[in-house]
Structures are given as C-alpha cells and as structure tokens.
C-alpha cells in the first residue's frame, strides 16, 4: 500500500467522547441499517465471489445478503470486531482473488465498525482508533473491487470517525489513514471516469460519497489541499447530473436532500462554485426533483421535518456561497415549494413532524440568509406565515421545560439574528403577535445564558457581536426595559471574552451605540445610562472612541430633526483617510 497519502491534508480537530454533531448537518444516508455482527469463516468459498462488474443490491449500502457460510451475530465490544484473526483472514482473501476479488468482505467489514458506533452515538474515540488504525495496514484496495465495495467503505469509515484525525494522533497513523483514504478515493475516480457509465453506479451510492466527501472537510480534511478529494467530486458530479436529469425517478427524499446538503457543506468549506461549473449544474438538476417530490401526494414523496430543514439550509449555503437567485429561476421555485411544509410541520400535532430547535434555528437563518440575497418577503406570501409559524414554534420551545427542547447559544444566537435581518428586510414586526409574545421569551432566553455558570451555556464573542447587533436592529417593537436587561447581561459578559474579531468589535460597538441613543432620547437626558460603567473599556477597543463620538453625532443629529426615532435608521459608513470627522459619513433614512 502506498504510505504517502498524495493529495491528502488534514486540519487536526478533536472527536470522540466530546463530539457534539455540528448545528447545519445532515444525517448519513438511509444506507444505515445494516445488519451487525463479526465473520467467523476463515475461508471464503470462490462461488460466493461475484464477478468483477457484478453490482450488489442497491437497497443500502452495506451487504444485506451474506455469502452462506458466514455466520453474523451481535458484537458487544469494539475488540471483538478487530481482532488480528479478522485482519488477516481480509488479507488472505484479497492476496488470494487478487483482480477478481470484489471488496465484499472488507466492505462488510466496514459496516460492522460503523454499526458499533451508531450503537454508541459517537465516531471512534482516540483510544479505539489507536486500536484499528495499525490493523489497516492489511486492508487493501484491489482493481477488482466494486462500486458497491467502494462506496459502503467509504461511506461507513467516514462515518464512524476513522478518518477523523485527532490532535495527538501519532504521524505514522495519520499516514496509514491517508493512504487508505487516498487508495479508495483513487478507484472511485478511476469508476467514475469509465469511457461507458458502468451498470452498477448508483444513486445511493453516489448519495453516500458525496455525503462522506462533505463530511470528511467537516472533521478536519483541508479541501484547498486535497486535490483528490476536489477530483473525487468533480468526477462523481455528471452522474448527479445524469441521474437527475434521466426520466427515471431515481431519487428518494432523503437522498436528494443528502445530496444537496453535501454539495452545500462542501461549497462552505471552500469548493468554488465559479471554478466547478458541473457543480451549479448538478445542482440545478437537482432543484426540479426537490419541486416535484415536494409538491408530491404520494406518501413516499414526503420529506421529513430534518429533510426539509436541511434542504433550505443547503439552499440558503448555495446563495451566501455564490448561487444567484435572480439568475436560477428554478431555486425560488424550489424554495416556495417547501415552504408550505415548514408551516405544515411546525403546527403539527404528531411527534414525527416536530421541528427540534436545532431545525427551527437552521430554517430561519435559512429563510433570512434567501430573503437577504433577493427573495421578495412581499413576493412570496406564504414565506411570512412560514416565518411566524416558526418563531411561534420556536416561543413553545423556549418555554419548554424539557432539555431536548432547549436551544444551545448558538443556535439561539441564530433565531434572534434571523428575526432581525427578516425585520430589516420588511417583516413588519407590529403587525404580528411577535413583539409580545416571541421576542420576550427569546431574550429572556438569552439572559439566562449569559448569566449562566456552565461552561457549554456562554456566548462566543461572535454570538454576542450578532445579539447585539440583532437587539440593537430590532428597535422599537422591543420594550426599552427587556432591552435593557438583554443588553447588560451580554455587555457584561464581553470583557470574559478576550478573542475578539475586528467585526465582531464593530458590530458590538454599534449595538451598544444603538442603545444608548434610543435610552438617552426615551428616558430623557437626566437619567443615567446603565451602561456608563462599561463605557471606559468599551472605549478602549480598537475604534471605540470613534463609535461614542459617533453617539454624540447620532443624539445631536436625532435632537435637531426632532425625529426621536432617527438613531434606528442612522448608518454609519467609513471613509477614506481624513480627520476624524471626515472618517464617517452618518445618513439617516
């Protein structure tokens, strides 16, 4: 085997006991349900070898039907599975078929670590993949293996985490996790650019990869540096495409959405749509199917609560990343036609249809991330009842006094920043129950994060950069005094954060500039500002003292119109190099 690994760079990241799935990720294909259990034979018998471009059931990808003579039973421990014995009867089998061998066993194999920890809920731990690493020495990659070997390796590995490097990983098994890597993605290539599209390149499969592509850059593979995994994906786009476009119905929901949400995650983590042009191909292959099955009254045309999440997700990825919807007429089709289901399933009564806060947080960002990039609020009227059934929903969850409905400060952070950039996009806040009902549970929300003693309840510099700013852009609908408690709960907690981007001072400083004007002018010039005790280190930041001048502008200005409100649509833009009061340029809308 190849030690080297050419083309495969990692970025180091930590899994295992403290893995967390990350807020915008799908789940893995439907090709989980596998059946579970270690090989006992020694030897495997030629005529249960199939030949070389002989596909396997496409029902999911690990191997439903073992050879007889394989006994499978349940495995209760991660060192039954890797035993040496096991190791080396793969290697006999792949030495001994050579080219004919088809990769059945080791995909089987494969399956039966993934199978150990889907049981586990988390990937391989450091501990058990000090275990099984060394052990792939042996596992070869032959010619002859097929598609349905490749992809349910792949897949599956991917899955439980072993090629998730960790931070004090040795260099020798980082080594032995790229060249498998590299060998794998190596065949697939080499199938995928077949002269004739070979029989047994399947959607699920393509499904899979594409999902363990994505997920790979997820736990750490840097793409910038991995031109075979760029190369793995460019070849496995035209079949997308193919697929997509055939008059078949090759695509169940969950797998387009895999699908989609894979592409997304990958153009996020730097795959460029300009330079990829198959890739805004396959995705516009892609949308009609979205539109068709969305639309669709057959039962097994239904998306799922995290399917439908998942999808405007990667839609909303795609337009941030490059995607214009003025030019892909198709996407906004897409879009109207989920939309019904969003509010469907937020007022759903039954259990399978509710929307986790995880769910709710990603469809808003999704919806505010479409509606700032051209979606029309006043264009597009079932958008509106989507957005306010789901705060709504998002209110419930909040005052909730069940764990699994609590939203984490991240995905709280999310909600509230949606809320604000629909508001700055035309949501009309006062015409909606929203003011009284949503907005104040939301922030009392927030408060109690911030207040919070637990390590996993605090805000990320980032997190409370983007409340401010949203509380601060939210502006009068709020009561002054909610606004008030949120803003010095978060004020205080920013001098217990010392990494802080220059965006993030600036869209802090703006927030608190923000409030400060609409205190002073709503609660008269005699009262104190319960923010002055943060003003000295506020000020201290990088362009502070500019930001409190700029108040003194804002106030000034705001007096002189007799415009009480002027400070909520005061915009604040740098300019060129000058004196201080030619630095800013204030208009006023």
């Known amino acids: 085997m190849d030690r080297g690994g050419a083309g495969i760079s990692w970025k180091y990241t930590t899994s295992g006991n403290d893995y967390k799935q990350p807020d915008d990720h799908a789940g893995a294909s439907g090709s989980g349900q596998y059946r579970y259990g270690t090989v006992r034979q020694v030897g495997a018998p030629r005529p249960y070898l199939r030949k070389r471009n002989e596909c396997h059931p496409a029902s999911d990808a690990c191997f439903a039907n073992d050879p007889s003579g394989h006994s499978i039973k349940p495995v209760h421990g991660f060192n039954a599975l890797i035993t040496p014995e096991k190791m ?55 010619p002859g293996w097929s598609w349905r070997s490749l992809t349910t390796t792949l897949h599956s590995f991917t899955s439980a985490g072993v090629f998730t490097p960790h931070k004090y990983m040795n260099e020798g098994y980082g080594e032995t996790q790229a060249a498998l890597l590299s060998t794998l993605l190596d065949a697939l290539i080499l199938k995928c650019n077949q002269q004739t599209e070979a029989s047994d390149i399947d959607v699920q499969g393509i499904a899979n990869l594409l999902w363990a592509s994505a997920k790979l850059v997820d736990n750490g593979l840097v793409l910038e540096k991995t031109p075979k995994l760029k190369e793995a994906v460019a070849a496995l786009l035209p079949h997308v495409q193919t697929k997509a476009e055939s008059k078949v119905d090759h695509f169940n929901p969950q797998e387009v959405t895999n699908l989609l949400w894979a592409v997304a995650k990958l153009v996020g983590n730097g795959l460029k749509l300009e330079k990829m042009p198959k890739l805004k191909e396959a995705v516009t292959a892609l949308l009609p199917n979205v539109k068709t099955k ?36 198709k996407l906004k089709e897409t879009v109207t036609a989920l939309l019904p289901h969003v509010k469907t399933k937020a007022e759903s009564k039954e259990g399978k249809d509710h929307f986790i806060p995880q769910h709710i947080a990603n469809l808003l960002w ?100 983007n409340l401010l700013w949203a509380v601060a852009k939210l502006g009068e609908p709020i009561e002054l005094s909610l606004v008030q408690s949120t803003f010095d709960s978060l004020v205080g907690r920013i001098s217990k954060n010392s990494q802080r981007s220059q965006q993030d001072i600036s869209m802090s400083l703006w927030g ?28 201290s930041w990088p362009y502070g003292i500019e930001y409190f001048w700029l108040l003194g502008l804002v106030l000034c200005e705001a007096q002189r119109r007799e415009h009480s409100r002027s400070y909520v649509t005061g915009v604040v833009t740098k300019q060129s190099a000058g004196t201080r009061s030619q630095k800013y340029m204030i208009s006023y809308g």
């Open 88 to 142: 080396d009867w793969l290697a006999r089998i792949s030495a001994r078929y050579g080219g004919c061998y088809d990769g059945r066993n080791h995909g089987q194999f494969a399956c039966s670590i993934k199978r150990y920890t889907s049981g586990s809920e988390r990937p391989l731990n450091h501990s058990e993949q000090r275990q099984l690493i060394p052990l792939l020495h042996a596992f070869k990659v032959t």
């Open 366 to 465: 999704a919806l505010a991330k479409l509606v700032d990039n051209g979606l029309k609020l006043e264009k597009t009227p079932k958008l509106k009842e989507a957005v306010v059934t789901l705060l709504l929903c998002g209110k419930t969850k909040t005052e909730s006094k069940e764990d699994k409905d609590h939203f984490n400060t991240q995905q709280i952070t999310n909600l509230i920043w949606a809320l604000a950039k629909l508001v700055s996009n035309g949501l009309e806040l006062e015409k909606t129950a929203m003011p009284k009902e949503v907005v104040p549970a939301l922030l009392y929300h927030v408060k109690t994060k911030a207040k919070s003693k637990e390590e996993e309840n605090h805000f990320i510099p980032q997190n409370i950069a």
């Open 512 to 539: 608190v500039m923000v409030f400060c004007a609409r205190f002073y002018l709503d609660s008269g010039n005699n009262d104190k500002n319960p923010l002055e005790k943060h003003i000295g280190e506020l000020s």
């Open 294 to 329: 969305a639309e669709s009254k057959k039962e097994k045309d239904h998306f799922k609560p995290q399917e439908v999440a998942n999808l405007l997700w990667a839609l909303a990825k795609l337009v941030e990343n490059g995607l214009k919807l003025e030019k892909t007429p």
